[in-house]
């Protein structure tokens, strides 16, 4: 009873104390703040080591009483996870990451976005944790499913149709359950689907029938270290091929929200593993800010 009754005490004094910090924070510098909140796009990777120096290390910004829902995502999590991954990231490269890189890289996606994502889980990984992704068309839901009817308003289909739909399937065919039906759930996992090279996982040619039930549907975060968008997915289809250039797809939903889709099509992006096996983490655009 001493032990809860002592927490409760030192966790009030700490969000008094953090409070205070993040008052003080936008009285001082509440102009240049308001104006990173509307302009962190067009911010340069490396001007932003001194709004670092204004808040207190290792603790994310909060909101001030007066300020509004979308101001404190936009800076909370935009801002300040461009700048950490700017300090991890190879500057004029996309390659492959070393485990202390990933290592770091996680730390970060835990503390700025609250998700506990991996570069490998159970001794199993992918062949790398950052590179490009190229954009994917839709792919089939069920059977019968075709471009009339995969969207269920005017709005998605102007802004998707014009992506088309695979010829073929995903690696693991549709996105029913094992009884056949067509759920909600099945919708949002078509919806934010990726491609991965799982043919080129370390061992994958040995335990091929291991790594498939591993990486089927599998959850990853996405995350484009340019605006410092972030999205859950799931793996449903194996791709893109090596000779693309590419090292992993998304689909127009996922490429869309990530603002990867220019005139190539393609940009660098993080995709590590989600280890969520109640499936309590969402599928979509990543909103929360701790």
Known sequence: MGNSSQYHKLRKKWSQRHQKLQEDLWQK???????????????ALGSLGSLILLSTPGEPLLPPPEATAEQPHEIGKNVFLISDLSQILPKDEVRELSPEEEKNIEEILK???????KAEIDGKRLNRSYGYIGAEQHLA???????????????????YYSSGMAPGLGAWRYFTNENGEFSEKGKQMEKY???????????????????RDFFKFRKMLLVNPHNGRAIVTVIGDSGPAVWTGKHLG???????????????????????????????????PVNNVI
């Open 29 to 43: 510098h509440k102009e240049s703040l308001d104006w990173l909140s509307k302009n962190s796009k067009q911010l």
């Open 111 to 117: 503390r700025d976005l609250g998700i506990t994502a």
């Open 141 to 159: 839901r069920y059977p019968g499913d075709t471009m009339a009817t995969h969207f269920e308003t005017q709005d998605e289909a102007n802004l």
């Open 193 to 211: 689907y990726i491609a991965v090279q799982t043919f080129l996982a370390p061992y994958y040619n040995l335990k091929l029938a291991e790594y």
């Open 250 to 284: 998304g689909s127009p939903e996922v490429m869309k929200y990530l603002e990867r889709v220019d005139g190539r099509a393609k940009g660098p992006v993080l995709y590590f593993f989600i280890d969520d096996p109640e499936d309590k983490i969402p599928l979509g």
